[in-house]
């Protein structure tokens, strides 16, 4: 952890290096803009037509060498970023590559879900409640209900087959048929009233936001 920790201490020297490069490049970059406007704004309408010719000429070509000269900064000192990134990408990787390359069974119990059916629908459908996906939301907990139901009454064969053969028919009969997903009726017609003022507030209403808020 030692060599992640120089890594991105190294990250951070450079992010803030790269901020006032860049802010002292932009600022260059606005400052010769500027001169270059004044200087043209500067030229006698009385001079001749070679004369302007030349001299707006000479304007464009020292903006241009500035530009890319400013310009130059800037990508170097994105590049210096970027070659610390990647170092410290590197070194996270090489870090947990022993950690990623064990087996699977040994992070995490693969049977932590087991009898725990009800409370992962329950997770499911309030992850897609909150995202306003509410018919998607309604769906899927009407089809774990019915799947819950044709697994409570199936009978010994079918549970196997559906492998769940280290199950008993005390197990099976225990088993609720309903999932505990009604209780997100609440939940889903407040966030059904937010989406909805959201959707409004993109569309430039305001008023029923305003009146949510003072009254929430």
């Not at 490069?21 to 004044?38: G, P």
């Not at 209900?145 to 197990?171: I, M, P, T």
């Not at 609720?176 to 003022?197: G, K, M």
Request: net charge negative; hydrophobic share 40%.
């Amino acid at each position: 952890m030692e060599l992640l920790a120089k890594e991105h201490d190294k990250v951070v020297e450079r992010q803030l290096a790269t901020q006032k490069s860049t802010q002292t490049a932009l600022d260059a970059i606005l400052a010769s803009l500027s001169d270059a406007k004044h200087a043209l704004e500067a030229l006698r309408p009385s001079d001749s037509a070679d004369s302007c010719i030349s001299d707006r000429s000479a304007l464009s070509a020292a903006l241009s060498d500035s530009l890319k000269k400013s310009a130059a900064e800037l990508n170097d000192s994105h590049k210096d970023l970027l070659t610390s990134l990647t170092k410290y990408s590197k070194a996270v990787d090489k870090r947990f590559k022993q950690q990623a390359s064990m087996d699977l069974d040994s992070l995490w119990d693969t049977d932590a879900a087991d009898g725990k059916e009800d409370c992962l629908v329950r997770v499911i459908s309030t992850h897609l409640v909150r995202e306003g996906r509410f018919e998607l939301a309604e769906t899927f907990e009407k089809d774990a209900k019915r799947l819950k139901a044709d697994f409570l009454f199936a009978d010994n064969d079918n549970v196997a087959v559906a492998g769940n053969d280290d199950k008993n028919s005390d197990d099976v009969v225990a088993m609720d048929v309903e999932p505990q997903v009604d209780v997100l009726a609440e939940l889903r017609t407040r966030l059904a009233e937010v989406h909805e003022i959201v959707d409004l507030m993109n569309e430039g209403h305001l008023d029923r936001a305003i009146l949510w808020a003072q009254t929430n």
